[in-house]
């Protein structure tokens, strides 16, 4: 069974940091760029980071810039969000997808595109003190 699995969510304070995973199952992620999205209740999924398939090139929100990293571990056939200086606006639920092929950058925060092959199950991040 094809699929991808995140973990890492959880509960954490204003200005703490998590680590968001997101594992594949069934097939390698080394062919695959790799997208962040985060969906709170009642808006649109928005593109938080993507990452391409070597890992040489990223993107990220405006909204997390300097603040999340993207990384991938191709041995682990994982990739990462390293999110830092969490705020109580990045209280989402986090999601992963995997794309064969990008048609352009802008995909990166397209969550409709019918680029993005694969989607994962979601992890919660809530950020409150």
């Known amino acids: 069974q094809l699929q991808l699995v995140e973990s890492g969510g959880g509960l954490v304070q204003p200005g703490g940091s998590l680590r968001l995973s997101c594992a594949a199952s069934g097939f390698t992620l080394d062919y695959y760029a790799i997208g962040w999205f985060r969906q709170v209740p009642g808006k649109e999924r928005e593109g938080v980071s993507c990452?391409?398939?070597?890992?040489?090139?990223?993107n990220y929100a405006d909204s997390v810039k300097g603040r999340f990293t993207i990384s991938r571990d191709n041995a682990k056939n994982t990739v990462y969000l390293q999110m830092n200086s969490l705020k109580p606006e990045d209280t989402a639920v986090y999601y992963c997808a995997a794309a064969s092929q990008l048609s352009s950058g802008y995909v990166c925060y397209d969550s409709r595109s019918p680029d993005w092959d694969y989607w994962g199950q979601g992890t919660q991040v809530t950020v409150s003190s």
């Open positions: 990452i391409s398939r070597s890992g040489g090139s990223t």
